[in-house]
């Protein structure tokens, strides 16, 4: 179509050539911008920072930049006794507690060379599992969140405070658990909190399936999930991911059946394996576990024995409260526990578990003393970050938030 | 499996074994500072091993006169299901160790942290800076003369108003 140049617009056109001015900007293609995202960007979960180079729209090359909730606990456990140390595991990752308490004293009993009776056995798995549901719940609700859609954050959220009240009664406290012990737990399971988590089990596949509802037909949701964020299974292995995310990406490998602690091996679940490797990949993991996660609390409550709860071990383990005031020998060995510490053998262990982020390990060397002399955390979200600028390479700036809700990470593990 | 293991390093890399140590199961090998990119190449490589996944790498500071610090490599294989540890011992004068990332891929950050707090220096590290404490800071935390309180000064941080 051509528009008839008007005698004014020419007189500019011919004012412009004579004086042979040029008229210059940059292309928004072929210069690049720098995006600062982060610490304070509520789609980080957390206090993550990115540091993103953009073409257009489009991310050319991601540095993460880690450190901003650094609170040095590995020099901290080298400073406490063992037990001491337990309180810390709870500010690890957050979101799922009890399962960092659980990893931390089994890696501690190994070291001391002590078993939980079967009765705690089957409480920290339960523990655990719980754990699990809460942490996947969250993922759920803020990835959904993060693609735009507010309803399943909510019902996620909603579900999450029944298992919050469930600790509440579990353990005394709705957050920050503290509830195992070396040798055994803080306290056994009531019969109020028994049958909090019967009826949470009972009513939650329904609510899972009310949520998926909402989702997994979406069209919103689904194009910008299907494709993103695409890590091979070769990566995936080279970069050490473990848990939902490396199962997102077609590897078979649950440490819970692979190389079973507590209970698990006598216990009946399903790991789920996707092949894609995208982001909706990962949520389906997460979706499909949280069913998983429903069997193997089922499968406890029915075999859970009647019993102790604490390894009979009275140099190791704490001795009851109401021991103490009448019995001289446990108020003894309360004393030297709890100012000596423990005193494990000279050596070093390293204990994993499959926590809900992937493989939380902890290596402990001891020289024989009451405390820890190195306590390492292997942290699964400080490993999976590590794929982010291989994740957001090539995609658009709008994806970069949905794929930091598929790895799932949170910052109180990544620093430590 | 750990027979086998010890089995077949010794018979490829007799000379780079320092000791083997097994204490509570858990398999762990003292390699020759120098031959840690071989072995690491051979046990990933290695059809039976197969050791794919490098889980972690972490310092340690035994604050001793002779190997004060030691580089532990995590290593599993998702075939075997099957996990061993590896070690180099690095001396305080001459804190260099050979990297790992030419091998797996996630040695990357996890020895930017051994490096941040232990000072050990990883040659051929494609990006060797510090992770958590912030640039331009002095010290290694997590070294055993390093105070728990840190030192007064030595973190820059915002003014009080």
Redo the contacts between chains.
């Keep these: 179509m051509n528009i008839p140049i008007t005698e004014s617009q020419l007189k500019i056109l011919r004012a412009l050539e004579n004086q042979d001015t040029t008229i210059t900007f940059d292309d928004p293609l072929e210069s690049d911008m720098v995006l600062n995202m982060g610490p304070q960007h509520p789609a980080t979960h957390g206090v993550l920072r990115l540091i993103i180079r953009l073409d257009g729209e489009t991310v050319v090359a991601a540095v993460p930049e880690?450190?901003y909730l650094?609170r040095?606990y590995?020099?901290?456990a080298e400073?406490m006794s063992f037990h001491e140390f337990i309180p810390h595991t709870d500010r690890l990752d957050y979101l799922s507690t009890l399962a960092n308490n659980v990893a931390y004293v089994l890696a501690v009993e190994?070291?001391a060379?002590i078993e939980a009776p079967r009765r705690a056995q089957f409480i920290r798995v339960i523990c655990a599992e719980l754990a699990r549901l809460t942490s996947h719940l969250v993922a759920l609700g803020t990835m959904v969140m993060d693609t735009g859609a507010v309803t399943i954050l909510l019902w996620a959220w909603r579900e999450r405070e029944k298992i919050q009240d469930i600790q509440d009664e579990l353990t005394g406290v709705r957050f920050t658990t503290s509830f195992t012990r070396v040798g055994g737990l803080a306290q056994d399971m009531s019969d109020a909190s028994l049958s909090m988590i019967k009826d949470f089990i009972q009513q939650f596949p329904e609510k899972l399936i009310e949520c998926e509802k909402l989702v997994l037909k979406n069209r919103i949701f689904i194009q910008r999930c299907e494709g993103i964020g695409v890590i091979s299974k070769e990566?995936a292995?080279?970069?050490?991911w473990?848990g939902p995310n490396l199962r997102g990406s077609g590897?078979d490998?649950d440490l819970r059946r692979?190389?079973p602690y507590l209970v698990y091996n006598e216990l009946d679940f399903h790991v789920p394996v996707y092949n894609d490797g995208d982001t909706l990949a990962r949520f389906y993991v997460r979706l499909q576990e949280m069913r998983e996660s429903v069997k193997i609390i089922q499968q406890c409550l029915e075999k859970m024995p009647q019993g102790p709860i604490h390894a009979s071990n009275p140099k190791k383990v704490l001795p009851r409260k109401e021991n103490i005031y009448g019995k001289m020998e446990e108020l003894i060995h309360d004393f030297m526990i709890v100012n000596f510490g423990i005193n494990p053998p000279v050596?070093?262990?390293?204990h994993?578990i499959e926590a809900s982020k992937g493989?939380l390990?902890f290596?402990i060397?001891s020289k024989g003393e009451g405390v820890p002399?190195?306590l390492?955390i292997?942290s699964p979200s400080?490993?999976n970050?590590?794929a982010m600028p291989l994740l957001v390479k090539g995609h658009l700036i709008s994806d970069v938030v949905a794929i930091i809700g598929s790895i799932d990470p949170v910052m109180g593990e990544a620093?430590? | 499996m750990n027979q086998r293991i010890v089995e077949k390093l010794q018979s490829h890399f007799a000379d780079s074994i320092v000791s083997v140590n097994e204490?509570?199961e858990?398999l762990?090998i003292v390699i020759k500072k120098n031959d840690i990119v071989k072995v690491c190449q051979f046990l990933r490589d290695d059809d039976e091993l197969k050791f794919?996944?490098?889980?972690?790498v972490?310092g340690?500071?035994?604050y001793r006169p002779e190997g004060r610090f030691e580089v532990?490599y995590?290593l599993y294989s998702?075939k075997n299901?099957f996990?061993m540890?590896l070690k180099v011992r690095v001396e305080e004068e001459n804190v260099h160790v050979p990297s790992v990332t030419c091998v797996?891929?996630?040695a990357?950050?996890?020895e930017r942290e051994a490096y941040d707090?232990f000072g050990i220096i990883f040659d051929n590290h494609p990006d060797l800076r510090?992770?958590?404490?912030?640039e331009g800071f002095e010290y290694h935390?997590?070294r055993k003369e390093?105070p728990?309180m840190g030192i007064p000064g030595s973190l820059p941080l915002p003014r009080k108003n």
């Excluded at chain 1, 292995?237 to 050490?240: E, M, N, R, V």
């Excluded at chain 2, 794919?52 to 972690?56: A, I, K, Q, Y």
């Design positions: 880690l450190g650094h040095g590995e020099k901290l400073n190994k070291l060379g990566d292995i080279s970069l050490g473990t590897v490998h692979d190389n050596g070093e262990v390293y994993a493989e390990g290596y060397v002399w190195r390492k292997r400080f490993v970050l590590q620093d430590k | 204490f509570r858990e762990t794919d996944s490098l889980r972690d972490c340690a500071d035994y532990v995590n998702l299901k996990r540890r797996w891929q996630s990357d950050w996890a707090m510090r992770i958590y404490m912030p935390p997590l390093f728990l």
